[in-house]
């Protein structure tokens, strides 16, 4: 028996079930659910499923149940349910409690697939991100003078080793993380020495970067490409180091970075694609002159309804430059062995081709926020479980980028020639399910993992986007 509370090494869609009180909902015996004796000891540092997620947002509510004997797999590869790697909130110390706190704060749905890992890494993860939280609050916070601020940025990875630093003085949302960095810092302090090696150089290295680049915009597509390897193939290369160190994942998943370095600079590009008119808005530029200046005298002339179709050019330009990188993004999951850390890598990664899909050769780029559908971006969450599954994924999208290109413009047979690619290494022997021929028991199971997820989904769009490395 165990109290769901402190159970995190589940798959994030099926972390819904953790909260299901209609116990007809799941096959008998694989589960069964009932009212937690100890809620107390798991509110504050519970790794929330989507629907106590949600439910804690909208109300401030939290129902606590605990699973008897369930263990679910759906390929031999790979076990989508387990329960493994418990853990006692009340061995927690005060400032761990607090970090995960600040975490949920900063990142609410980053927070979740954090939590979601297995072992020691979650906590190595937890304190990497916070540690990478409070270097991109202070890039951020324009009140911060350049004299301070760069060697700020420059000596950041030194704080980690001084258990009385912090700065008061920001008044960026996620402040926090800086006022109270000791906290971060003890912790940081208390992982194993790989792991704070792996931190401590990623940090050092992106500060540096992120201090580059404080005053020039973005020019060349290989000033392009290392502005998005600062502030996220570092991330990947990183994160990677981490999977390899806890033994979760083969050494190889650390050393190989080029492949690391892709699966941030993928997610990256997607970001700063999607996002033109907000940091145009906001007036920041990160499309790449050497790209944008073909079709415009401004970045912003883009705006404008006269340019409309030199603005698709350019866009569709950029979304195959950044689908370059997909087929080392495919090479890098199929090397992944963990569920929990599969999971938090191929949720995004398939999110980002979806949204590539949405924005290719579309006009809705340059005149408001292109969004992939709710009940798409559930399935994607759900369904991401497995390598087959993605690479599904990978070549679905694909075929909606392909029947999208259009006949004029000078990125279209490269456009062509990479989707190809990408359909060719996403190739399976085995189809993916239909959900026409589930049993009903399983058909019940995905029915009750779309509600809850929805209302998941629901609470994300009111809150601010999170999962966004800093440009």
Not at 147 to 172: I, R
Request: glycine fraction near 6%.
């Amino acid at each position: 028996m165990y109290c769901v509370g402190l159970l995190r090494a589940w798959p994030l869609a099926l972390r819904a079930l953790q909260c299901d009180s209609r116990h007809g909902a799941l096959p008998q015996p694989w589960l069964l659910l009932r009212p937690c004796q100890w809620p107390a000891r798991c509110h504050l540092p519970c790794a929330p499923c989507l629907s106590c997620w949600a439910g804690r947002l909208a109300s401030g509510q939290t129902h606590h149940l605990v699973l008897l004997d369930g263990e679910l797999t759906t390929s031999p590869r790979k076990s989508f349910l387990t329960a493994t790697s418990l853990s006692s909130a009340d061995a927690m110390s005060e400032t761990l409690r607090t970090c995960y706190v600040y975490l949920n704060q900063t990142s609410r749905s980053f927070a979740a697939v954090i939590q979601a890992l297995d072992g020691d890494l979650r906590q190595a993860v937890c304190i990497f991100y916070l540690v990478l939280r409070a270097l991109d609050t202070v890039e951020d916070d324009m009140s911060i003078p350049l004299e301070v601020k760069v060697p700020m940025l420059h000596n950041f990875h030194t704080y980690l080793y001084l258990p009385g630093w912090s700065y008061s003085q920001s008044q960026q949302r996620d402040a926090q993380v800086l006022h109270d960095f000791p906290s971060i810092s003890l912790e940081f302090r208390s992982l194993a020495k790989v792991y704070q090696d792996v931190i401590a150089n990623i940090c050092h290295k992106m500060g540096l970067g992120m201090a580059e680049f404080l005053e020039k915009r973005v020019q060349s597509i290989k000033e392009w490409d290392m502005y998005c390897h600062y502030v996220a193939g570092l991330v990947g290369i990183g994160l990677s180091r981490l999977f390899a160190a806890s033994e979760l994942e083969e050494p190889v998943v650390g050393e190989d970075t080029e492949l690391a370095n892709s699966m941030g600079l993928f997610l990256q590009k997607t970001n700063i694609i999607r996002d033109y008119l907000e940091d145009q808005q906001e007036g920041r530029e990160f499309w790449p002159h050497e790209v944008w200046s073909k079709y415009v005298d401004k970045l912003s002339d883009f705006s404008r309804p006269a340019n409309l179709q030199a603005a698709l050019q350019c866009l569709n330009e950029l979304v195959t430059n950044a689908l370059q990188h997909v087929p080392d993004v495919i090479t890098y999951l199929s090397r992944l062995h963990n569920q929990s850390v599969f999971n938090f890598c191929a949720i995004p990664q398939v999110m980002a081709i979806a949204t590539l899909a949405a924005c290719y050769n579309n006009p809705q780029v340059f005149r408001g926020v292109v969004k992939i559908r709710k009940g798409q971006a559930v399935t994607l969450m759900m369904e991401a479980t497995n390598m087959e599954a993605v690479k599904g994924m990978f070549r679905q999208y694909s075929g909606v980028i392909r029947q999208k290109v259009p006949g004029a413009g000078m990125s279209g047979v490269g456009t062509r020639q990479i989707v190809q690619k990408v359909e060719a290494l996403s190739q399976s022997e085995r189809e993916l399910v239909s959900h026409g021929h589930l049993s009903p028991i399983y058909l019940s199971l995905a029915m009750f993992l779309v509600a809850v997820s929805w209302q998941y989904w629901q609470t994300l769009t009111h809150s601010s986007e999170e999962y966004r490395p800093s440009q």
